[in-house]
């Protein structure tokens, strides 16, 4: 099955650039009631990360999807061959990533790695990649859900893609109603219309959501 292990191959054009960590967010001033919230951040992904990438990668897949996709699609996304597949792929989107827009994130809490987050300039035909983004995956642990990890990753892509030049950026999600769907519906996200099919032995209904960030000109 097709997953968003690592990243896609875009027309846009590398540059030379140096890829800086996102500044970690303000503890709040109930900080004292959660110690723990002074200590999370997003920085950019790792080589000793990848482990628990495919960890947190597979982990959230089952937790968001197991009512969605069939049981054998999960069984076998929890399997070694698809870890280790997982695992290459992510190694190879660090080492050699198609072009510098393309970035890999993960958020910490405590210096644990607790979430991730791919993106990069849009892979499809009717996006331009100039000026078009793409998340291709963000996933947080289901243990650490609700703490702002998601959010965090979220605008650290966004701050990085506005940064980058790009002006909208888009999304991939199950039609089915799944926390990831709910997470950018909330955000002030919404469907562009664009629809597409996960092939998992049956046909699972996917739609795009997409957000505006930065000001066109001309």
């Not at 950026?169 to 996200?189: C, D, K, Q, S």
């Amino acid at each position: 099955m097709r997953d968003d292990s690592g990243f896609r191959h875009s027309g846009r054009e590398n540059r030379d650039q140096t890829v800086a960590a996102s500044e970690p967010e303000p503890a709040a001033a109930s900080a004292s009631q959660d110690p723990a919230r002074g200590q999370r951040f997003v920085r950019s992904a790792r080589l000793e990360d990848i482990d628990t990438i495919v960890a947190i990668q597979v982990a959230a897949w089952r937790s968001m999807y197991a009512d969605v996709l069939p049981d054998e699609v999960i069984t076998e996304l929890a399997g070694a061959e698809a870890g280790e597949r997982f695992r290459e792929q992510w190694h190879s989107s660090l080492r050699s990533p198609p072009t510098s827009w393309h970035r890999l994130l993960v958020s910490t809490e405590r210096r644990a790695v607790v979430g991730f987050a791919a993106l990069g300039p849009a892979g499809d035909p009717d996006r331009w990649p100039a000026t078009d983004a793409e998340i291709y995956a963000l996933h947080v642990d289901p243990d650490h859900v609700r703490l702002g990890h998601g959010s965090r990753l979220l605008n650290a892509c966004v701050d990085h893609l506005t940064e980058d030049g790009f002006h909208a950026v888009h999304v991939w999600t199950l039609e089915a109603p799944n926390p990831l769907r709910a997470f950018v519906e909330a955000a002030g996200w919404a469907p562009d219309g664009a629809r597409r099919e996960l092939d998992v032995g049956e046909r699972v209904p996917m739609v795009r959501f997409h957000a505006s960030i930065g000001e066109r000109t001309g």
